[in-house]
């Protein structure tokens, strides 16, 4: 069965500090990868995704993940974060393409201090 | 990019009563959207998958009899929840699918059922 893991409930940082937002995973093919930001009472926005090629993505916002099959991860990173990050972030895993259902992970709510 | 809207943003009903949710797709045509619900501080269960002209897709223990599905045109897909009761309230939230099998997401409507 398909699902994700996020260990991470909440995260506290700086702001200005670096950033990874873990995700694990388990899918039976070939995964499509993303990741989601929610800022309170909003829909999600796509940071970023991955299908094939660089294992390495760049995202908006200065987001990027990196996909690691050996470890069936997917973390989200970013190099120095801004207080506007602040905010709930999903990882997600669908069948090729996306063309189907999304699983989601339980979220990681992110709160930057100042 | 793509943009979904959701209509209302809020709403507020007795309970017994029945609300209509509507998930448009702006710019595009969308021949398959998604229903989404989270719970707070939750992450996002699919409801169901609501394919243009044909029956919505529930998934298992959704009541399909509750959740009423119709995804009448190209860029209009409505959640009908009927005699709503307040273990109903929550956040609900529709996706739609483009041609290139991407899912973009609404801003999500809060349900609260007194």
């Known amino acids: 069965a398909q699902s994700v893991t996020q260990p991470d409930i909440h995260i506290t940082v700086s702001e200005g500090a670096s950033l990874e937002l873990r995700c694990n995973y388990s899918y039976g093919a070939t995964p499509y990868l993303f990741w989601y930001v929610q800022s309170p009472g909003q829909g999600l926005q796509l940071l970023l995704k991955?299908?094939?090629?660089?294992?390495l993505v760049q995202g908006i916002k200065g987001f990027e993940a990196e996909f690691k099959r050996s470890q069936s991860s997917f973390n989200l990173r970013k190099p120095s974060v801004h207080w506007s990050d602040a905010a709930e972030y999903f990882c997600a895993v669908g069948p090729f393409q996306g063309a189907q259902k999304l699983v989601f992970g339980q979220g990681t709510r992110l709160t930057i201090n100042p | 990019g793509a943009v979904v809207s959701q209509h209302p943003s809020r709403v507020i009903c007795k309970s017994g009563t029945s609300v209509k949710i509507e998930c448009r797709s702006l710019?595009?045509?969308?021949?398959?959207m998604f229903w989404y619900r989270q719970f707070p501080k939750k992450s996002l269960m699919l409801m169901a998958t609501?394919?243009?002209?044909?029956?919505?897709?529930?998934e298992q223990g959704v009541e399909k009899d509750k959740f009423l599905i119709n995804h009448a045109s190209l860029t209009l897909s409505t959640l009908t929840v009927t005699s709503a009761h307040p273990e109903d309230s929550s956040f609900y939230i529709c996706?739609?699918?483009?041609?290139?099998?991407?899912?973009?997401f609404g801003p999500g409507t809060r349900l609260t059922v007194l």
């Open positions: 996706s739609a699918k483009d041609r290139t099998n991407e899912q973009f």
């Open positions: 609501s394919n243009e002209g044909s029956k919505a897709t529930y």
């Open positions: 991955y299908f094939s090629g660089d294992t």
């Open positions: 710019d595009f045509q969308a021949t398959t």
